[in-house]
């Protein structure tokens, strides 16, 4: 050092070398960097805030920390990539940004990963809609939450600000979105275990296994790498609403395998084969005829199911529930939850089946039937529904009977019983037969008062003349309303009025009774033969008049033949006239 010109350094020539000379020779042993080219540097120092990069520069640049989140385990010596913003700005100092320089060339490096499905790292930055953002070489990716574990995630927030490996799964060019996944990665590795642990599955066989999800049909459990189902049916003998009563997430249980495909991967696993059948252990002494208890589980229109111990029903069918005949659903009689006593009507114990009633805790109505109901007393009943020929009406659960149509009434001729009555009305009847073999009553209405037509007998009588109005008109005649609400029928020929029209409906008019039959409640009338009788008993009587004056101008003639009548002539007249007078 002493032989150094310090002179000669400050005036700018060193062994006459100038100081341009000297900064021109300094620079070119610096890399050849231009603003906006992308680089490598080399990292100098990382702290919380900045992180310091050597790009062979005359100078270092500084790059703030939050770029670097994605990577975490980021240390001195690590090579980057950072894009040059400026080679030196006002102050002279070096811009960089790793940011920048990851996007210039992420779209192209996101491709490459996956065509080459290569395993990346990205950072989770925060949640959105469905699933997680991750950071991806400075692209934001989307993670599905499916995606994240093979596990359901409950709590998504634990992965925010964690780096993970991913894998990318889709990428839209158009709107260049890219999809990644953790999950895949965790399947890529589980799919070797799980071929291993299926292929080592056995039926009957019992494991241990961790509640992994529950679902309405069953529940997924976890055997260490491979997943099962257990139905909802062989969670529990009884019956199961809600597989969450049974069981609960991440609780270790022990099931057995009932069946598997080694193809598909479907275990089908059951947790109630691991304990005895309900039925081997129902009591021993139970026969039929016995009454028992128990909760209706299941209602459906042809009968309700009652569970009588945990995984032991009997079906009461809906027949047996009433001791009426009639078509009813199972709802109208019970509902679910309710708690019943019934009578067990059959057992098998090797079919695992059993038959219940609850109308046999009542008295069979038709066992005292006559005492109850005899031939002649009265009663009322409810109508039920028609037929062409009667009414069925119930005199009370169970009971039935019909009362035919023509047991409605003595005097009107009824066409169908809706016209009489109507569904649900109440009707008095008195009881006319029992059939208790067919659980049939057969009733009636028009019993409930005396046969009218034992006085119309005496007041119809065929001759008698009585005012009527036409109700109806037929084509063979009309209808013709009485009094004592008794009806008649007149055919059109007698229908004629005296000035050679015909009668019309809704007339009121005399009308004579020509037929009258008390068996077949027939009265047959006549509007012209109340005038043509009249004439015809007219004319009768002029003739009647007319005669006497014929046999007093004939009376000498008449005398001339007596005188020249012979004794046997006399007898034979006498004879003549007693024939005349018995004929009469």
Same mark, same amino acid.
């Given at each position: ?21 000297? @900064? ?22 990382? @702290? ?45 100092? *070096? ?92 399947? $890529? ?15 009957? $066989?019992?494991? +241990? ?24 049916? @062989? ?12 069981? +609960? ?6 099931? %057995? ?22 039925? @081997?252990? /129902? ?22 199911? %009652?569970?009588? $111990? ?45 038959? /219940? ?13 006559? %005492? ?10 409810? %109508? ?24 409605? #009434? ?30 049939? /009553? #057969?009733?009636?209405?028009?019993? /409930? ?32 309303? *009485? ?80 005188? #020249? ?10 004879? *003549? ?8």
């Amino acid at each position: 050092m002493q032989d150094f010109n310090w002179d000669e350094f400050e005036n700018g020539t060193v062994a006459n070398v100038s100081r341009e000379e000297l @900064d021109k020779a300094y620079d070119e042993t610096l890399n050849k960097v231009a603003d906006h080219q992308v680089v490598e540097g080399k990292v100098v120092s990382v @702290d919380k805030k900045e992180v310091i990069v050597n790009i062979g520069y005359k100078s270092d640049g500084i790059i703030p920390a939050t770029e670097f989140r994605y990577n975490p385990d980021l240390k001195s010596g690590d090579v980057v990539e950072v894009y040059v913003e400026s080679v030196e700005d006002k102050s002279g100092k *070096l811009i960089l940004s790793h940011k920048k320089a990851r996007l210039s060339q992420a779209w192209d490096r996101v491709n490459q990963a996956l065509d080459e499905q290569q395993i990346i790292q990205g950072f989770i930055k925060c949640r959105t809609k469905g699933g997680m953002i991750v950071d991806v070489f400075g692209i934001e990716a989307f993670l599905p939450g499916s995606q994240i574990d093979v596990h359901p995630i409950r709590d998504y927030d634990q992965f925010v600000g964690k780096t993970m490996e991913f894998k990318v799964v889709k990428i839209n060019q158009e709107f260049r979105n890219v999809v990644v996944s953790h999950k895949a990665l965790i399947e $890529q590795e589980l799919e070797a275990q799980k071929q291993e642990i299926i292929s080592r599955l056995e039926k009957g $066989q019992i494991l +241990e296994g961790t509640v992994k999800n529950i679902t309405s049909y069953g529940v997924f459990v976890d055997l260490g790498g491979v997943d099962g189902l257990i139905h909802i049916t @062989d969670l529990s003998w009884g019956r199961v609403d809600d597989p969450k009563k049974v069981v +609960e997430l991440d609780q270790k249980i022990n099931v %057995v395998i009932l069946d598997f495909d080694e193809e598909k991967k479907r275990i089908a696993l059951g947790l109630k084969q691991l304990t005895p059948h309900p039925w @081997d252990a /129902l009591d021993a002494n139970l026969k039929v005829g016995d009454h028992i208890k128990g909760k209706v589980v299941v209602i459906a229109d042809y009968g309700a199911f %009652v569970e009588v $111990q945990p995984g032991v029903e009997g079906l009461i069918h809906v027949s047996e529930m009433s001791w009426s005949q009639h078509l009813r659903s199972a709802q109208e009689f019970l509902k679910v939850g309710d708690e019943v006593e019934a009578v067990i009507l059959t057992l098998d114990r090797e079919e695992r089946k059993m038959s /219940l009633g609850i109308k046999q805790l009542k008295e069979d109505p038709w066992e005292a039937i006559e %005492v109850k109901y005899p031939v002649g007393s009265k009663h009322s009943a409810k %109508v039920r529904n028609f037929t062409n020929f009667g009414v069925f009406v119930e005199l009370e659960e169970g009971v039935d009977g019909l009362i035919h149509i023509s047991d409605l #009434s003595w005097t009107k001729k009824v066409k169908h019983p809706s016209e009489f009555t109507k569904v649900g009305e109440p009707i008095d009847v008195v009881v006319l037969d029992i059939d208790k073999e067919n659980r049939r /009553l #057969s009733l009636g209405h028009k019993q /409930l008062e005396d046969n009218p037509w034992d006085v119309f007998e005496g007041k119809y009588t065929v001759g008698s003349v009585h005012t009527g109005k036409i109700t109806e008109m037929l084509e063979k005649g009309a209808v013709v309303a *009485l009094e004592e609400n008794v009806e008649g029928f007149a055919t059109p020929k007698h229908l004629q009025k005296e000035d050679g029209t015909q009668a019309q409906l809704g007339e009121e008019l005399d009308f004579k009774v020509i037929e009258f039959n008390k068996d077949s409640k027939r009265i047959i009338l006549s509007h012209s033969r109340t005038f043509e009788d009249a004439q015809r008993d007219e004319k009768r009587a002029a003739r009647k008049a007319a005669a006497p004056r014929q046999k007093k101008e004939e009376a000498p003639k008449i005398e001339n033949v007596a005188a #020249s009548t012979t004794l046997g002539d006399l007898d034979v007249l006498a004879n *003549l006239k007693a024939q005349m007078e018995k004929g009469e």
